[in-house]
């Protein structure tokens, strides 16, 4: 993950993953607290002991990669260059040892640093990488975003590299937008104008079942 949720970090500054993780953190260093080796290494191990698991969709090298100097710090010139070699480097690595699999960056997609522009589309083109992938947290354009980096304008990259884009995570809190019923009809609007305008998928986030709360008023949580 980008960010500290779910890896044991005791803090948001410790846990985000900065350009010097991504130029060479990732091989030296376990990438959270009792991790027993590097990310490198886990990746390898991972991936060669499900390369053959037919319910894997997917591998997403890191949740909304992004490569800021620090959590607060700056987008540097050299952050495109960082991702793309992380990036060319864990695709090698991965196709070599599972061709059974389709492969996403996990991009956030939207301007981050290092994937602002036609940075996302150089990103997208190196070899092995299969998915195009945009989160969606704009609670009602049913296309959000600019012309830089909006979901259209992704959108068309992808379709110029001629790999399909996914929408990976979409949110929408009930409580900014009226109500549960609200929701599910913004997300119906969402649905059918991306979907007729091209992604191939789209990932509600996230589903929470009766026993543990299932919907959920001033969150993202949606249950039966």
């Given at each position: 993950?980008?960010?500290?949720?779910?890896?044991?970090?005791?803090?948001?500054?410790?846990?985000?993953?900065?350009?010097?993780?991504?130029?060479?953190?990732?091989?030296?260093?376990?990438?959270?607290?009792?991790?027993?080796?590097?990310?490198?290494?886990?990746?390898?191990?991972?991936?060669?002991?499900?390369?053959?698991?037919?319910?894997?969709?997917?591998?997403?090298?890191?949740n909304e990669a992004e490569?800021?100097?620090?959590?607060?710090?700056?987008?540097?010139?050299?952050?495109?260059?960082?991702?793309?070699?992380?990036?060319g480097d864990m695709a090698?690595?991965?196709?070599?040892?599972?061709?059974?699999?389709?492969?996403?960056?996990?991009?956030?997609?939207?301007?981050?640093?290092?994937?602002?522009?036609?940075?996302?589309?150089?990103?997208?083109?190196?070899?092995?990488?299969?998915?195009?992938?945009?989160?969606?947290?704009?609670?009602?354009?049913?296309?959000?975003?600019?012309?830089?980096?909006?979901?259209?304008?992704?959108?068309?990259?992808?379709?110029?590299?001629?790999?399909?884009?996914?929408?990976?995570?979409?949110?929408?809190?009930?409580?900014?937008?009226?109500?549960?019923?609200s929701r599910a009809n913004?997300?119906?609007?969402?649905?059918?104008?991306?979907?007729?305008?091209?992604?191939?998928?789209?990932?509600?986030?996230?589903?929470?079942?009766?026993?543990?709360?299932?919907?959920?008023?001033?969150?993202?949580?949606?249950?039966?």
């Amino acid at each position: 993950n980008q960010w500290e949720a779910c890896e044991g970090w005791q803090s948001k500054s410790a846990g985000y993953k900065s350009e010097a993780w991504y130029r060479e953190g990732y091989r030296r260093r376990p990438a959270s607290p009792g991790a027993p080796v590097p990310y490198r290494q886990w990746v390898r191990e991972i991936v060669s002991r499900y390369k053959d698991e037919p319910t894997i969709l997917a591998w997403q090298l890191v949740n909304e990669a992004e490569a800021q100097t620090s959590r607060s710090g700056d987008c540097s010139s050299t952050a495109p260059r960082t991702l793309r070699a992380f990036v060319g480097d864990m695709a090698t690595m991965v196709k070599s040892i599972d061709d059974n699999h389709l492969l996403s960056i996990g991009t956030l997609g939207s301007g981050q640093c290092g994937t602002s522009g036609s940075d996302y589309k150089s990103l997208h083109r190196i070899h092995g990488v299969d998915l195009c992938e945009y989160h969606d947290y704009s609670p009602r354009a049913t296309m959000p975003g600019d012309r830089i980096n909006g979901l259209a304008t992704r959108i068309r990259q992808c379709n110029e590299l001629n790999k399909p884009l996914f929408i990976g995570e979409a949110g929408i809190r009930p409580s900014d937008v009226g109500g549960l019923q609200s929701r599910a009809n913004l997300y119906a609007a969402k649905l059918s104008e991306q979907l007729e305008r091209g992604i191939v998928g789209y990932l509600v986030w996230h589903w929470r079942d009766a026993a543990h709360g299932g919907s959920d008023t001033d969150g993202f949580s949606i249950g039966p």
